[in-house]
Antibody
Framework: EVQLVESGGGLVQPGGSLRLSCAAS????????MNWVRQAPGKGLEWISY????????YNADSVKGRFTISRDNAKNSLYLQMNSLRDEDTAVYYC???????????WGQGTLVTVSS | DIQMTQSPSSLSASVGDRVTITCRAS??????LAWFQQKPGKAPKSLIY???SLQSGVPSKFSGSGSGTDFTLTISSLQPEDFATYYC?????????FGPGTKVDIK
């Protein structure tokens, strides 16, 4: 069974940093691309970052470019999102998703809440 | 970036109703269109990919159609567990954009 478990969310002040993790199991992690998708409270879904299976290709949404860094450790079956220079508008539930061969999100984690507030 | 729109933004329906949701892309995306269902407080769940292919384990009451710029999600006979918000997403090119969602609630 595919499982994705996010962790690392919490309360952080504007301008601060946070690192999210996603532990993957139930599939060959090193064979799949991965994504981060977020959802602000009461709002819709926003794709923010993609990483290929070998980490050779990365895409980021303009809203996080230069502030967020996606990475992975295939030996640890883990995906990460380093978030710097956080803003109020980054407050959201952050989901990690597995990418299919076409990149679409086929499985989702349960999400981790990040709150940016002073 | 490709913009995605959905209509209606919300609808009220009764158990047993046939429901259709429309998604439109601002430019052609072939069939690179997925549909997701999200219930309150839960993660989204994949329903349809490649515009009309059913994700494994999803009941056949869900169906998708369309290509290019216009797509539809149909629920053939609405059941209590289907009341949720539905999102479309294009995955033709990055950034992979979502539609704003359609909330389906009980009439």
């Amino acid at each position: 069974e595919v499982q994705l478990v996010e962790s690392g969310g919490g309360l952080v002040q504007p301008g601060g940093s946070l690192r999210l993790s996603c532990a993957a199991s139930g599939f060959t992690f090193s064979s799949y691309s991965m994504n981060w998708v977020r959802q602000a409270p009461g709002k819709g879904l926003e794709w923010i970052s993609y990483i290929s299976s070998s980490s050779s290709t990365i895409y980021n949404a303009d809203s996080v470019k230069g502030r967020f860094t996606i990475s992975r450790d295939n030996a640890k079956n883990s995906l990460y999102l380093q978030m710097n220079s956080l803003r109020d508008e980054d407050t959201a539930v952050y989901y990690c998703t597995r990418g299919s061969t076409t990149g679409r999100s086929d499985y989702w984690g349960q999400g981790t809440l990040v709150t940016v507030s002073s | 970036d490709i913009q995605m729109t959905q209509s209606p933004s919300s609808l009220s329906a009764s158990v047993g109703d046939r429901v259709t949701i429309t998604c439109r892309a601002s430019q052609g995306i072939g069939n690179y269109l997925a549909w997701f269902q999200q219930k309150p407080g839960k993660a989204p769940k994949s329903l349809i990919y490649a515009a009309s292919s059913l994700q494994s384990g999803v009941p056949s009451k869900f169906s998708g159609s369309g290509s290019g710029t216009d797509f539809t999600l149909t629920i053939s006979s609405l059941q209590p567990e289907d009341f949720a918000t539905y999102y479309c997403q294009q995955y033709n090119s990055y950034p992979f954009t979502f539609g704003p969602g359609t909330k389906v609630d009980i009439k």
